[in-house]
């Protein structure tokens, strides 16, 4: 009887693919890990956006207007990339409220990402009483549908901004 060193055909066959299958789960998992990770960080920036624009109230007794003329407007985060130097609320990051203008970690196109819009006093029907008002949002989280569930919201009595944004919220300056 002849014995044959190596292994046969069918045996580097299985475990090939044993070896794709555990790695495709690897990265299947992998990118759900990235997208969480991704939107940790759109949370964590909407949270210093927002108390940078409290300081810069408490110091102006107004929020920052508006500095894009793109996207109607609205400002919006790394307008056409990272590098780019369109700015994110440009007032924040010269009166030194934010060290860093954030940027959506995915998301560079124009008008994506992060945006912020401040509207006059009584715009959409809101209480004019209450000043002027801003409104902060973030488009394309990745790990739940619109909205996100830890998600303020904001509305007026004729528009909602939860519908337009996964993650949105307002605050009146009065």
Known sequence: ?????GFTLIE???VISIIGL???????????????????IRLSDMRQI????????DSNNTYPGNTDDDCSGWDAGFNGGPGSGDLFIQPLEIGKFMAKTPGDPATTGICGGYSYFRYPAGEYGCDALRGAYFVLGVRDIETSGNPY???PGWSC???NWQGEFDWVVGRFEQ
């Open 149 to 151: 569930p830890s998600s």
């Open 50 to 57: 927002q108390l940078a624009l409290e300081l810069y109230r």
């Open 22 to 40: 555990l790695s495709s789960i690897v990265l299947v998992s992998l990118n759900s890990v990235r997208r969480k990770t991704r939107d940790t």
């Open 12 to 14: 580097l066959l299985v």
């Open 1 to 5: 009887m002849r014995r044959h060193n």
């Open 157 to 159: 009595p004729s528009r």
